[in-house]
Nanobody, 119 residues
């Protein structure tokens, strides 16, 4: 089991920045991959970014490449999503997720944090 708690969401103007945090606890984190997903009103949840806890295999959705950065602080067991140059279309509930390295699907999810970007 992995427990995940997100924080850092809020309201920001277009062009601004936010940093989301995801505090992780539970199983040995070196055996998981972490991810960020988002879900906008009326839309399906979509992938944003992922990385192995080691810091390897970082991937981004095309829509956020060059603007968002996923990272982690292993001393704090925390994963971050730095979001720059935010756009109104980035408005969504953002979820942190984790999966065992051997699994194809993300199995553990946080409660989500709201990000609203005003134009």
């Amino acid at each position: 089991q992995v427990q995940l708690v997100e924080s850092g969401g809020g309201l920001v103007q277009a062009g601004g920045s936010l940093r989301l945090s995801c505090a992780a606890s539970g199983r040995t984190l070196s055996t998981v991959a972490m991810g960020w997903f988002r879900q906008a009103p009326g839309k399906e949840r979509e992938f944003v970014a992922t990385m192995m806890w080691s810091g390897a295999n970082i991937e981004y959705a095309d829509s956020v490449k060059g603007r968002f950065t996923i990272s982690r602080d292993s001393t704090k067991n925390t994963v971050y999503l730095q979001m720059n140059s935010l756009k109104p279309e980035d408005t969504a509930v953002y979820y942190c997720a984790a999966r065992p390295l051997r699994a194809n699907e993300f199995q553990f999810w946080g409660q989500g944090t709201q990000v609203t970007v005003s134009s």
